[in-house]
């Protein structure tokens, strides 16, 4: 078989692994709130968020485009192969990692910066697109501190809206409310998080001369999304229990409170082709409800340990891609 070929395939085959992989990594984030008040039982939920994030998954394709060619060019990428199949080894790497110890960390960040860093390794600083990597970059930071902000607006009003309806019938309806925004928040992670791989195979089929656009082929965008649906269907039981409890106890009406938060900020991004973080955006919508509903009730050690996780991401797989890259030019 022809290496250059061979190498394609293995590129495919991982960047399938990573969608795989994200999907019980980062979705379990979409369903964790309406899991942790018994809105959905566990099966139904991952159930609806499988249907739901490949239904997304196949309904957009410019977070796509954009991964394909505004962190680096992938016309004119110096070991284009090496440098796709060390980034992708680095971010499966480290969301195995974090998911083995229950930290909701980013598979954006993982896999944005592992681009970044085998780059950098292959060809120096220069081989960065620098306007398109910051304008992500940028992308990555704001949400979080917008779906905080959105998330405290937004529950502030449902105590204003609210306040004089007896509790347990409110939690009771918005339990049943919460079916729909678990359902709308998978849909919308599906719309934004499965479009990376796609970006990431077509880097590598310009990168090889198999394609002459950044235009996404259709059944790179079926596989991708047959991928994250699989990948949902098995579960993230370690980050369902750090985001649905370890952050603060979740109501029906919070859950519904921030699901809505989360699936407007990751919306916005996919409406304007830019990839967030669907984990800190859902985090961090938690964290700004929590705030709003009692400061004193939210855990902010475990939103410390989210903190760290989110800044370190971007340097150290970066650097391991860097590491892996060196590697994998020896044998390739």
């Known amino acids: 078989m022809d290496m250059i070929l061979f190498v394609t395939i293995l590129i495919v085959f991982f960047a399938l692994a990573f969608d795989f992989i994200n999907g019980f990594h980062d979705t379990a984030n979409a369903i964790a709130t309406s899991v942790s008040t018994k809105a959905l039982k566990p099966r139904h939920a991952i159930i609806l968020a499988a249907i739901m994030n490949f239904v997304g998954a196949m309904t957009f394709t410019g977070v796509a485009k954009t991964i394909t060619k505004d962190i680096v060019d992938p016309f004119t990428l110096a070991n284009g192969s090496t440098v796709i199949l060390a980034a992708l080894i680095s971010a499966i790497f480290w969301n195995l ?34 306007a398109g990597f910051m304008k992500i970059i940028e ?20 105590k204003i809206f609210f306040k004089d309806l007896n509790l347990t019938k409110t939690n009771r309806r918005f339990r049943y409310f919460q079916i729909f925004t678990a359902a709308l928040q998978s849909y919308t992670h599906g719309t934004n998080d499965a479009q990376k791989a796609m970006g990431i195979i077509t880097m590598a089929l310009i990168a090889n001369g198999y394609l002459t656009t950044s235009d996404i082929p259709h059944w790179v965008q079926f596989a991708c999304a047959a991928a994250m649906g699989l990948g949902t269907s098995v579960g993230g039981w370690r980050i369902i229990k750090t985001v649905g409890g370890n952050i603060m106890k979740i109501r029906p009406v919070n859950g519904v409170a921030a699901d809505i938060t989360g699936a407007m900020i990751i919306f916005g991004a996919t409406y304007i082709h830019l990839p967030v973080s669907t984990t800190h955006v859902i985090s961090s919508s938690i964290l700004g409800v929590g705030a709003s509903h009692r ?38």
């Open 97 to 130: 990692l974090t998911w083995y110890f229950g930290i909701p960390s980013s598979s954006s960040h993982a896999i944005i910066g592992s681009i970044a860093g085998a780059a950098i390794a292959a060809s120096g600083f220069e081989a960065l697109n620098y």
């Open 139 to 158: 992308a990555l930071i704001l949400s979080p501190i917008i779906a905080f902000v959105i998330g405290y607006i937004v529950y502030t009003l449902f």
């Open 295 to 332: 400061l004193k009730g939210v855990k902010w050690g475990t939103a410390q340990r989210m903190l760290i996780t989110w800044v370190i991401t971007l340097p150290i797989s970066a650097t391991v891609a860097a590491l892996v890259y060196y590697i994998l030019n020896l044998f390739l």
